[in-house]
Every structure is written in C-alpha cells, then in structure tokens.
C-alpha cells in the first residue's frame, strides 16, 4: 500500500537502483538523481503523504505540549560551529568504534518500535540498510519482526534493546535469545517506567500492533482498545513494569554477560549512578520527546553527562539529529556517537531499506562536509572548541 502511495508521489520510473549497479549509484549518493529526497525533512514530508495519519501521528508525535520534540532539535539551531580553516581535508576519516566494534561513521540507528507500520518488511529492510552503512542498529523490543528474522536478515552488529515487562521471565527470555543469537550488547531503556501521553495517538485511537516476539511470549487483552484511547498506552500499562529501579541492572546483570547500556539519562546525577551500577555506555535520551515534555533537549544536556561520567564509560545521544551538522556538534560536545530514531522511520516509510539507507548516507555525507568545512579529518579532531553553545555566549558575556 505504501509503495503504491509513494510511487504516486515519485512517478513510477523512479525506483530504487541497487547499490551493485555502477553509474547511477554515486548520483544517488549525492541525492543529485531526479525528485530523490534531498535531506531528512524531504523523507518527513514523503513519508506523511505515504503513511496513513494514524501511524505518521504515531511516529511522528511527541508527548503532551512537544516542547521537548521542538527543543530536540531547536536546541542544535542555537548552536554554532567554530570552522577552522586551511587545514588539508583532502582525505576524511569518519570511522569510529564503540565497544570495540568498528562502524563507518558515529552515526548508528536508534531502538524504535514496530517497523512494520511503515513496510511491510519492517525491521528486516532497516536491518539491512544499516549493515549496508556499516553501522550499529539497535533492535527495539517492540520490534514487529521476530528477533530470530532479524538476526539472520544480514551480517551485522546489533544491540537489543530492553524493556522490563512486569512478566519478568519475558524479557529474560528475550535477553537470552539476543545473547545467543549474537546481539553485542543490551541497551535498557530507562525512561519508560509508564508511557508518556502522546496525545495524537490518543485522539485517534493508535492501534499498536503486539511486537512480533511477545506475541508467543505471553497473552495479553485482546481486548485492547475497548475503552478508547490509545491502544498503546493500554498495551505499555499492561506490560511494563513501574517499579523498575536501579536494583535491576543487577539482575540484568546476573541474567546475561553482555554489555548494558542505559538509555535515556539527561542529569549528571543519573549519569554518575550508571557508572556505578556498572553500565557499559550511557544513551543521553529523552525517548525522542516521547516520554515527559518539558525534559531538557538532549544536547543540551549532553555535556553534563559527559563530564560526569568523565571518560569512564562511552556516551551516546539521540534526539533531534537530522543533519550532519548536528552529528558533528553531538561529537564536539562529547558524543562517542549519535542514535538516528524518526529520519530512519521515515526513510522506511517512503522508500523502504533502500530509503533508509539514503537517510543513513545523507546524514554521512553532511557528517563528511562539516568535518571538512570544519578542518577536522578524523573523528578525534572535532573538539569543544569547534562549537560555541549558548552557555558560551552567556558566560561570554558575563
Ligand atoms: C516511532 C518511535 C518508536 C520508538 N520506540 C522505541 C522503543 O521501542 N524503544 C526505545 O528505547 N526507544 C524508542 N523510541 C525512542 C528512540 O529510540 C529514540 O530515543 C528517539 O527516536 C530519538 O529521537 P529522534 O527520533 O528525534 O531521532 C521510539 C521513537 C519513535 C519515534
Ligand atoms: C511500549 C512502547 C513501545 C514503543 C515506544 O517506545 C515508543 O513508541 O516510544
């Protein structure tokens, strides 16, 4: 339905060209081929008019005023960048690592729930554009492909991210099933104690299709839905697990010997504490602006984080990325990588894998400009001094 929607839009003749055949390939890469989007809100707009509104509200949504989802990505519009020049960038190294795994460029795919609302090859298609970019995907637990389909859709490293259900036993289960299917790491989300009120899926009673690997897991309301609403704040009532507090990276800790990052952490405080309980990394995150408004914009916050967790652990941050401008800004302010969660979604929507690939490459290619406007060769070169945030300018001031 959806291809047919975007066919619509793009003409018939503009189908995807595989990545094997050799001339159109690098114009497409240089979003110079006809009517291709151009940048991530091009994919925003093509991907509104595919999805049917119910599921772009869905996606696109953020929790009750979206204060935070404008901040995400106002806040990187109040930060400038400090180029320095006559520095030779005639050769660009985006590579980075984390966790000991190599990846093309710091930019990796973030945790995001049921793909199969925007293709009907849902995680498996964004599975393999990921691999196609060389970089890290983190699988969501709410994934609507099965976790089995999705680890053999492709060779690539993956993260499984986690959410503690009341059903304990459940996502123990799935912890073990991602270890022994060669997952890399756990990534627990710890801003989800209960849903955010998303109001948008509430005004048009959001149907949450049951995540592929729950459903033989356990039962749960088929009713779903009966009082209105939306559905999937009735489904995150009935699984997730309120009492979830820091005791419980020890049992995650004792239940899988992969690594654990904690995901959605905007204060030092917090910050200092995941160091303690021993996580591996920490994901600045505010849920994408999904979970509680008026939470600060991620990279605002980021620099916090960093400095204290002072170097112990990796940091990561998502929300609000949708240049490769911001990638460079998330770096200079401390970032190991960044995690890109709705321009994926929307690449799927309009074009599927081969559409969130482009996204992916897009935010690539400008990471690779700005670097090289910037007069940074290497991922190590992008420093604080290459950004001057508001902070600054007050204390400028002062
Ligand atoms: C449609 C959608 C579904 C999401 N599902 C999950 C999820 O299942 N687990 C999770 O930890 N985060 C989830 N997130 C949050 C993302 O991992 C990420 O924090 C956020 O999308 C980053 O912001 P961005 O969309 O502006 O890039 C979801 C976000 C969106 C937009
Ligand atoms: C139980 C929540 C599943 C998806 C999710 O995390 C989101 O929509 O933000």
């Known amino acids: 339905m959806y291809f047919t929607r975007f066919s619509a839009i793009l003409g018939s003749s503009q189908s995807f060209t595989p990545s094997s055949s050799p001339g159109p390939k690098s114009l497409e890469a240089r979003g110079m081929e006809d009517n291709l989007p151009v940048n991530v809100r091009e994919y925003q707009e093509l991907a509104e008019k595919a999805l049917p509104k119910m599921y772009y509200d869905y996606i696109n949504g953020g929790a009750e005023d979206e204060h935070t989802l404008r901040e995400n990505i106002a806040a990187y519009g109040r930060i400038l960048l400090r180029p320095r020049v006559l520095i030779d960038v005639s050769k660009i190294n985006m590579s980075t690592s984390l966790l000991g795994y190599d990846m093309s460029s710091p930019i990796m795919v973030a945790p995001t729930g049921a793909h199969k609302l925007a293709n009907p090859e849902g995680e498996v298609a964004t599975a393999r554009a990921a691999a196609a970019c060389n970089t890290i995907m983190v699988l969501s637990f709410a994934s609507s492909c099965k976790i089995e389909e999705v680890a053999s859709s492709c060779n690539a490293i993956r993260f499984y991210q986690l959410y503690v259900y009341k059903r304990r036993d459940v996502s123990a289960t799935l912890v073990r099933r991602a270890e022994s299917l060669g997952f890399k790491a756990i990534v627990l989300t710890v801003d989800t104690p209960v849903l955010g009120r998303r109001e948008a899926d509430i005004r048009n009673k959001m149907i949450f299709p049951q995540p592929g690997n729950v ?26 697990d309120p009492s979830l507090s820091w005791k419980d990276v020890e049992w995650l800790k004792s239940i899988t010997s992969l690594p654990i990052l904690l995901k959605g952490i905007v204060t030092a405080e917090d910050a200092r504490k995941a160091v303690e309980a021993g996580a591996a990394g920490v994901i600045v995150s ?28 990796p940091v990561l941050v998502d929300g609000g990325v949708r240049r490769g401008t911001d990638v460079f800004k998330a770096l200079a302010l401390g970032a190991k990588a960044v995690m890109v969660g709705r321009p994926v979604f929307f690449g799927l929507a309009a074009r599927g894998e081969a559409g969130a690939r482009h996204v992916i490459e897009m935010l690539k290619n400008e990471l690779e400009l700005a670097m090289a406007l910037c007069g940074c060769r290497s991922v190590a070169e992008v420093t604080r001094a290459h950004v001057l945030t508001e902070g600054d300018r007050i204390r400028a001031l002062l």
Do not use: C, W
């Open 286 to 313: 505010n849920h994408g602006a999904r979970q509680l408004d008026y939470a600060p914009a991620t990279i605002s916050a980021l620099e916090e984080v960093v400095k204290a967790v002072a170097g112990a652990v």
């Open 215 to 240: 459903v033989d897991l356990m039962s749960l309301d088929n009713d779903l839905g009966a009082e209105g609403g939306s559905k999937l704040e009735q489904f995150a009532r009935e699984t997730l």
